[in-house]
Each structure stands twice: as C-alpha cells, then as structure tokens.
C-alpha cells in the first residue's frame, strides 16, 4: 500500500499530550471526589458512630479540621487535572480540521477528545467538591 493511500493515524498529535498526562485529565477529578467521599464518610463514622451507639463529641480530635483540608485537598486535585487536560487540549486542538462541534459529532482527533473530555469531568467533579464543601463546615461534628 503505497505512503498516500494509509489511513491517518486517528491522533496524530499523540506525541504533544501524553496518554499519561491525558488519563490524569480525565480520572483525576473523579478520583479525588471519589477518594474524598469515602475517606470523609469513613472518619466521620468512626468518629462519631464507633459502636452501637452515637457518641456526643467526636471520638479523636482534629476531626474538624481533617475534613476541610481533605476537601481543600480534593478541589486542588481536580483543578490540577482540569489545568493539564487543558493543557493537553492547546497541544493537540490541531489534531483535525473542524472545531469542537466536529469534535463532538465525528469523534475526530483521539487526543483532543481525551483532553477535551478530561476539562469537562475534571470541572464538574471540582464543581462537586465544592458544593460538599458548606455541608463539612456547617455540620457539626457529632
């Protein structure tokens, strides 16, 4: 088959956003969401709920200021995926013609969808952390 007939590769900008950096953008934000529930969830019931019966104050201290920073923590970690999915999206924009409409109908351009997709979760999962955010600082311990 001669060099013109092939078939384009579907990404061929995979060299400027590296698949590690592209799979960061799109899990990144989730992971941390997700890690931030359970460990939020887990501390707080061992805090308050040990046994069979609840307690009045948390059973160790620094309960109060744990969560927070674990939120705190989390948005970071989204936002940081959110920034390198972006920056893997400047990389590879390029990657066919047509913009993000085309991106979105045909599906072209493998690693700017992956960015693309890694902003949109990476976002809205950073939006999520923060909506949880009043819930840990109004709520009282126990």
């Known amino acids: ?18 698949l590690p950096a592209l799979v960061f953008g799109l899990v990144g934000g989730p ?24 307690l009045s104050a948390p059973a160790f201290g ?8 674990m939120e705190v923590a989390a948005i970071l970690i ?15 924009r390029g990657e066919r013609a047509g913009g993000g409409h085309r991106l979105v109908d045909i599906g ?9 997709a890694g902003i949109l979760t990476s976002l809205g999962f950073a939006g999520a952390i923060v909506f949880t955010l009043p819930a840990i600082l109004a709520v009282r311990g126990c």
């Open 108 to 116: 072209e351009g493998r690693s700017r969808f992956m960015a693309m």
């Open 78 to 92: 989204a936002l940081a995926a959110a920034i390198t999915a972006y920056i893997c999206w400047r990389r590879s």
């Open 62 to 69: 620094g309960l109060a200021t744990a969560l927070p920073v």
């Open 31 to 54: 992971a941390a969401w997700f890690i931030q529930l359970l460990v939020s969830f887990g501390l707080g019931q061992e805090a308050c709920y040990p046994k069979a019966v609840p």
């Open 1 to 18: 088959m001669p060099v013109s007939a092939r078939p384009s590769h579907p990404s061929p900008h995979r060299a400027r956003a590296p």
